[in-house]
């Protein structure tokens, strides 16, 4: 099982970005894909994710507008593409996969099960 998270890097605000994370190796269903931020001294947070089962996709409430999660059509890579970019969203960049789908709590790190290598963002002028 694996996930490799790649696309991070130094951008101006306004600017924009696309992470990328390769899922590979899983044998069984899972429920969730998705991406999680941490900034220095702050809590993991859920960013976006899609719930496998339906596509339906969800965003925390300071990237709706911004940031769209998508999937290729193998569903072997999520993205996050990340547009008018500001400072704090500077953060290093999880993907994540949970094996349940938990509906209104999903921001919640510790309901996901496999993580991957983050990825640094850094917006700034």
């Known amino acids: 099982v694996q996930l490799q998270a790649f696309g991070g890097g130094l951008v101006q605000p306004g600017g924009s970005l696309r992470l990328s994370c390769a899922v590979s190796?899983?044998?069984?269903?899972?429920?969730?894909i998705g991406w999680f931020r941490q900034a220095p001294g702050k809590e993991r947070e859920g960013v976006s994710c899609i719930n496998t089962n339906d596509e339906n996709t969800y965003y925390a409430d300071s990237v709706k507008g911004r940031f769209t999660i998508s999937r290729d059509n193998a569903k072997t890579t999520v993205y996050l593409q990340m547009n008018s970019l500001k400072p704090e969203d500077t953060a290093i960049y999880y993907c994540a996969v949970s094996r349940n789908w938990y509906g209104s709590v999903w921001f919640r790190p510790r309901l996901w099960d496999v993580w991957g290598h983050g990825t640094q963002v850094t917006v700034s002028s």
């Open positions: 190796g899983f044998t069984l269903h899972y429920y969730g």
